[in-house]
């Protein structure tokens, strides 16, 4: 069994198994106003097959993240009935496997949740770019990587396994490019895909 069927058989077993648990979801986690903190954590690996040749590297990443609903769940054209958050996220990654040993920033995200009242699992999906701060540019071999200061557009699926009104349990695909714009020499970047796992606090509103 290859690298990616025993990721998808695990990712899916979890899935299933968290699923049989979880309690249907109410619409008052995801009111307006309403504060939510999670925590992820979780690894990725370089897709050194697309055409960017991207090097091989592999890193594991927690997400701290603080946010803020903007609507209620309402029907939205295109999209279904769900709502608006918007999240500031503190990211930490550590090199396990290739060049370098750490990438650590900020990345601010848009995410829509999808709301049903009788669903025991809130779907989202999240777009985000961010700043961090790396030591993988001093690897001379590689040309991927040219400064210390490089961006992160990235993007997200997960689901929230509504455990209580105020908790979720949380699975999370992502998918994470690495790169500076074109403003050194170097600069073939990194896309990685990635898995995520982690918990889900509601807060109290930050307003009515």
């Not at 699926?157 to 994470?176: K, N, Q, R, S, Y």
Request: glycine share 10%; charged share 15%.
């Amino acid at each position: 069994m290859g690298k990616v069927t025993r990721m998808a058989a695990f990712w899916g077993a979890l899935i299933v198994a968290v699923s049989l648990f979880a309690s249907p979801a109410r619409a008052a986690p995801f009111c307006e106003g309403r504060m939510a903190f999670q925590v992820v954590s979780g690894a990725l690996s370089a897709l050194s097959w697309l055409p960017s040749d991207s090097p091989d590297l592999e890193y594991a990443q927690t997400n701290v993240r603080l946010g803020w609903m903007l609507t209620d769940p309402k029907p939205v054209r295109f999209l279904g009935r769900g709502n608006v958050e918007v999240l500031l996220e503190v990211t930490n990654s550590f090199v396990y496997e290739g060049f370098g040993d750490y990438m650590g920033g900020i990345t601010a995200l848009v995410r829509y949740n999808w709301v049903r009242p009788d669903w025991k699992v809130v779907p989202y999906v999240q777009l985000g770019a961010g700043i961090i701060y790396n030591d993988l540019y001093k690897e001379d071999s590689q040309s991927a990587i040219g400064q210390s200061i490089e961006f992160t557009p990235q993007g997200s699926l997960g689901l929230h396994f509504i455990i209580t009104e105020d908790w979720a349990l949380d699975v999370e695909a992502m998918l994470h490019h690495v790169s500076n714009a074109g403003m050194a020499k170097r600069n073939r970047s990194i896309n990685a895909v990635g898995g995520f796992v982690g918990l889900t606090y509601f807060m109290e509103y930050l307003w009515k």
